[in-house]
């Protein structure tokens, strides 16, 4: 006889002993009876524990009787001979696994027990072997956040399958937290992939958010910038005097002992300034070296180091080197070093203003939600939300994670995301999105999309992704880059040795000389910020303006789109037709059953006319009635039969093509059609009914974005699948004058190719799934973001907004930023292209002219600087000039 | 001088071999609970090691360590992959790389000053 005793471990959670299971086929028996309920939740049975744990609202009495039913017997779970046959299995077989849900005597089910049962349960842990394992190991800590795991049961599984990993010493999981420490020296991606083994998600608790990531960026940034302006004056402290010295006509040579004496100290003085000042360039070019790389590092060592060399071969052996070319170069060497660090300062500082729009964006993110967990609203931090958690949000709060509203009213303003500054009200079952700003009503919704499958956190990763992607205008500087730095040594010997074969005297002197300023002058890091940079800004401007664009080639072909091909419903138009007329032609039929009539026709189909007329009829409480032999006719309409009756519901080619005759009514559709009204035809019994006549308003904003793309040389065509009156009619209205319509879904990738094959550059804007194709095929699909998801899939530049000047918006983006990209391409290749020739001294047979290793320090210094600073122009562009 | 030009051309055969010719060898990963790995340390303008091989069609973790204080470093882009990460100074960031085929799959930074590789074998 077993004990009964009941232990709820939650209000909603219930444990039974089941006895009679002779193999494990019984414990799925056991769990499908239960789980086919749908007042349980979930239902787990531990064979060898013999224990069933309910989670739901079923009562006691009644999983017994199931129970009996299957043929088994229950009670209420007995903790006390549990703990025992624990203690016991502890001490033996605690690695022991088994594949039912609820594993079972493992170390796992010690702690769920322990945790229940202490003090003596927690003792028993204490003394597995495990644990003793434990405390001589002193391992690292990892901490992972679960989802999916609904009972306490669930906690055995998720312990069991960590603790089997090799390397893992515990796991111990917080079934209320919903998280999980591991000991063991083992990486959290392998843990996290133990999990979702077993049917759970999990992620790393110590995962850096893009908010932490940040601040850490800008306080490294800080550090950095604050060490190269202290490495800076050092260098510059000697290097100004000495240039100063120089330009006020002071020997910089060696004829004396006490100018050997002197140079000497200022030599050794900098090394000093080499070593504190420089020593990154040395060691980066040293390592890179020792890669078979080379890099600017490698340059500005090189140079200065063959300034410093040269410098105190003169100290040493003056009398080696002809008269002439006794000059020292310390100046230069310490100028190059100040310079170059002060550079790289400026640098850090613009490039912090470059990520601005990023910033922004992850700025959006709440950094705490109120969840309402065990019926109390308590505030957590926003990676701890999980999914289907109730939140609560109060007015003037941002929403925390993705939701649907279950309970209030409210209005949200999602300007920040769309750029739609009109608040947008939210009603019970209404989306709502995470960043937006709740403006008035407290609600609460349903958490159902957390951590990085928020929208916002994919509008940051794929902004942050297509900033670091490349347009192709940008292929050349990278080919470029590969080559340049050991391309620069190269030219810097050759010059070398053209000035000591042909140079005049003093000829060494004037070959160091051109040597080092070949190789400071030079300037891969302008050419390889050339791109990157002005994308970073573009794409960012472009996300502050609610245009996501998917990568650098999408950016740099938008700026080149020659024509635009816009979607009528749900781009041009709002996408929520309405029936505006309901002529009747046969007079034995009422408005109302002819309503009904094509209601029941269309209630199967999604299209945005069919469900306009579903609304309709469902506004009159018209009630649809079930139709047989439903057939689409693409491009036509359909055919249906309806209480013996044949009914025919589409166009005049459907008509015409049964034998329906339409009398004057194609006078009456056309003039519908003339007003931007969508006619369709109902024959019943081949004999026409009626006509029903469907509007779709064009959106507030259509025609004045229209006018912008056309403004900018852009061809703009309609196309529809509508009938051509309509179409015309709603082209004219909007100020396009070239229209496809009566254009099947199919066709519509046809339309794109047909302008390509024009030698057009096509941009394609829809919002359907049947756009998908065209869209794929355009040279820049443009979604817009209120439509479907195959379609956002399917584009190169969302538009968050349904406002078509999203587009305009996009393409005077891409054009700034392409602008801007070519304006730093040409600056540093005509910097690199002219500047080293003149560093060799090809102006010196000429004009005499050669120039000093300090300036090329300076000018290369600044010429990444500008090329950061020109990036940083955009900034300031603003797209929207409506 | 002759000399001197001798010198001067044998420098630059030097330069067009180890900087263009020499082929590193690549460092090749671990296989520990059946997933790729292996730690890159971004310092002094170098990935270390900076070419790594891989069997093909196994996923690739790459835990990289920054401790480069440049802003060049702080960013790692994989253009064939289509990955891009930003990272951390002085913390360990992984990159997942999906299961590659036969190739060569070059990393850089955003200046390409940093560069290295994962050959698929």
């Not at chain 1, 794929?776 to 443009?782: D, R, S």
């Not at chain 1, 209120?786 to 305009?808: C, F, K, Q, W, Y």
């Amino acid at each position: 006889m077993l004990m009964e005793k009941i232990m709820k471990v939650n209000e909603c959670e219930l444990i039974l002993e089941i006895s009679g299971m002779g193999c494990k086929s019984c414990v799925s028996k056991i769990e499908k009876a239960f789980n086919a309920l749908s007042i349980v939740e979930k239902s787990c049975v531990d064979f060898e524990l013999k224990k069933l744990t309910l989670i739901g609202n079923i009562e006691k009495q009644q999983a017994i009787s199931l129970i009996e039913e299957l043929g088994y017997h229950a009670q209420t779970f007995n903790r006390a001979n549990t703990e025992i046959s624990i203690a016991e299995k502890s001490t033996t077989s605690l690695k022991k696994s088994s594949n039912c849900c609820c594993s079972s005597a493992s170390k796992a089910d010690e702690i769920i027990i322990a945790k229940i049962s202490e003090p003596e349960g927690q003792k028993l842990a204490q003394a597995s072997p495990l644990n003793q394992k434990n405390e001589q190991q002193k391992s690292k800590t990892t901490e992972l956040i679960i989802e999916g795991a609904t009972c306490a049961s669930c906690v055995g599984k998720i312990e069991t399958a960590l603790s089997e990993i090799n390397g893992v010493n515990s796991a111990e999981m917080n079934f209320a937290l919903r998280t999980v420490s591991i000991s063991g020296d083992v990486e959290s991606y392998v843990l996290i992939k133990a999990i979702e083994t077993i049917g759970y998600k999990a992620r790393s608790a110590s995962d850096i958010s893009d908010d932490e990531l940040l601040d850490e960026k800008e306080v490294a940034d800080k550090k950095y910038y604050t060490s190269l302006m202290r490495q800076m004056w050092v260098a510059l402290g000697l290097g100004v005097p000495l240039m100063i010295y120089s330009l006020f006509g002071g020997p910089m040579t060696v004829e004396t002992s006490l100018e050997r004496g002197v140079w000497l100290f200022i030599g050794i003085l900098c090394v000093a300034i080499m070593y504190f000042a420089g020593k990154h360039f040395y060691i980066g070019a040293w390592k890179s070296f020792a890669n078979h790389t080379a890099n600017m590092d490698t340059l500005i060592a090189l140079g200065t180091g063959t300034a410093w060399i040269y410098s105190m071969i003169v100290v040493f052996f003056p009398l080696a080197l002809p008269e002439m070319a006794r000059h020292v170069y310390f100046e230069a060497t310490a100028m190059i070093i100040g310079l170059i660090n002060l550079g790289l300062a400026l640098e850090v500082k613009a490039r912090g203003r470059i990520s601005e729009a990023i910033k922004r964006l992850i700025g959006l993110q709440a950094k705490t939600a109120r969840v309402v967990r065990d019926q109390q609203e308590i505030d957590i931090a926003i990676d701890q939300v999980l999914l289907n958690d109730i939140v609560r949000v109060r007015p003037g709060e941002k929403i925390p994670v993705d939701g649907v509203v279950i309970q209030g009213h409210t209005s949200i303003d999602e300007s920040m995301l769309t750029g739609e500054p009109m608040p947008v009200e939210k009603v019970e079952n209404d989306e709502i999105v995470a960043g937006t700003l709740n403006k008035s009503g407290s609600i609460l919704f349903k958490a159902t999309k957390v951590g990085k499958d928020t929208a916002l956190a994919q509008i940051i990763n794929m902004v942050k992704r297509a900033q670091n992607s490349k347009p192709p205008i940008g292929r050349l500087a990278d080919i470029i880059s590969a080559y340049f730095v050991p391309v620069v040594m190269i030219i810097s010997i050759v010059s070398a040795l053209v000035w000591l074969n042909f140079g005049p005297s003093p000829a060494l002197a004037y070959a160091v000389v051109s040597a080092t300023t070949v190789l400071i002058i030079a300037c891969p890091c302008a050419l390889g910020l050339a791109t990157p940079m002005s994308v970073m800004v573009g794409v960012g401007k472009a996300a502050e303006a609610g245009v996501l664009i998917r990568n650098g080639e999408a950016l740099q072909t938008a700026s080149k789109i020659t024509a635009m091909i816009l979607d009528k419903t749900g781009t041009i138009t709002e996408g929520a037709p309405t029936v505006t007329d309901i002529i009747i032609a046969d007079k034995s039929y009422t408005k109302k059953y002819i309503l009904m009539v094509a209601a029941s026709i269309e209630s199967g189909s999604e299209h945005p006319l069919a469900q306009a007329i579903v609304d309709s009829a469902i506004e009159q409480k018209i009630v649809p009635e079930t139709i047989s032999d439903f057939q689409a006719i693409a491009g036509h309409g359909v055919e249906a039969q309806f209480n013996d009756h044949k009914l025919l519901f589409g166009n005049q080619k459907l008509m015409l093509k049964n034998g329906v005759v339409l009398f004057d009514f194609v006078a009456k559709a056309q003039k519908l059609a003339n007003e931007a009204k969508t006619p369709m035809y109902l024959a019943i019994d081949n004999k026409l009914a009626a006509i029903i006549a469907v509007s779709d308003p064009i959106k507030k904003d259509s025609v004045e974005a229209i006018k912008r793309l056309q403004a900018n040389g852009i061809r703009v065509v309609m196309l529809t699948g509508d009938n051509r009156a309509t179409a015309n009619a709603v082209a004219k209205k909007v100020g396009i004058t070239e229209v496809f319509a009566e254009v099947l879904p199919e066709e519509k990738s046809n339309k794109v190719a047909e302008l390509q094959a024009q030698g057009e550059i096509v941009g394609m804007t829809g919002d359907g799934i049947n756009d998908a194709p065209a869209l794929a095929l355009a040279n820049v699909g443009f979604a817009i973001g209120t439509g479907t998801d195959v379609a956002i899939e399917s584009a190169d530049i969302t538009l968050m907004r349904g406002s078509l000047h999203g587009l305009a918006d996009a393409i005077a983006v891409s054009k700034a930023t392409l602008r801007n990209i070519k304006q730093n391409l040409f600056g540093a290749f005509i910097y690199n292209v002219a500047g080293v020739p003149f560093a060799a001294g090809i102006l010196y047979p000429f004009f005499g002219l050669l120039l000093s290793p300090v300036i090329a320090g300076a000018a290369m210094a600044f010429s990444s600087l500008t090329v950061v600073s020109n990036a940083n122009r955009l900034r300031f562009f603003k797209p929207q000039e409506h | 001088m002759l000399i001197i030009n001798l010198i001067g051309l044998g420098l630059i055969a030097l330069i067009v071999w180890w900087f263009w010719l020499y082929k590193p060898q690549s460092t090749q990963v671990s296989d520990e609970h059946n997933i790729s790995e292996i730690t890159v340390v971004i310092e002094d303008g170098i990935y270390q090691p900076a070419n790594i091989s891989l069997l093909e069609n196994k996923t690739l973790n790459i835990k990289f360590i920054r401790k480069d204080e440049s802003p060049c470093a702080a960013t790692v882009l994989f253009p064939d992959l289509e990955i891009s990460a930003d990272l951390p100074l002085n913390k360990e960031f992984s990159v997942q790389l999906p299961a590659m085929k036969k190739g060569e799959y070059a990393f850089h930074c955003q200046m390409k000053m940093y560069n290295g590789s994962v050959v698929v074998k």
